[in-house]
């Protein structure tokens, strides 16, 4: 099992920017760490990926306006927004991606943390 805990999030201005962070308890057998988020009443999207060897992965909507970079504290990603919008509003979630024997994956997620961006 790993852990995957997340801080951050809050109550914004559109424009604003705003940092979030996820630790997961351990790196072992981890491929990465990202982040997506669930609007009220949608499907939960990947808003940002990034592997353990610093590949990085964004959606459309996002890049050019956050970063996902890992931190100089062990086994954490941080995840800065810039430019919000009331588009960006969701439940962020953080994930660690572990490979499994065999070439499989599974997700490990945080409980999730509220952005809300008002206009």
């Known amino acids: 099992q790993v852990q995957v805990v997340e801080s951050g999030g809050g109550l914004v201005q559109a424009g604003d920017s705003l940092s979030l962070s996820c630790t997961a308890s351990?790196?072992?057998?981890?491929?990465?760490l990202g982040w997506s988020r669930q609007p009220p009443g949608e499907q939960r999207d990947l808003v940002a990926y990034?592997?353990?060897?610093?590949?990085?992965t964004y959606a459309d909507s996002v890049k050019g306006r956050f970063t996902i970079s890992w931190d100089d504290a062990k086994n954490t990603v941080s995840l800065q927004m810039n430019t919000l919008k009331p588009s960006d509003t969701g439940v962020y979630y953080c994930?660690?991606?572990?490979?499994?024997?065999?070439?499989?994956?599974?997700?490990?997620w945080g409980r999730g943390t509220q952005v809300t961006v008002g206009s």
């Open positions: 351990t790196l072992k057998n981890i491929m990465g």
């Open positions: 990034i592997t353990t060897g610093g590949s990085l």
């Open positions: 994930f660690a991606r572990h490979y499994l024997i065999g070439g499989q994956e599974r997700d490990f």
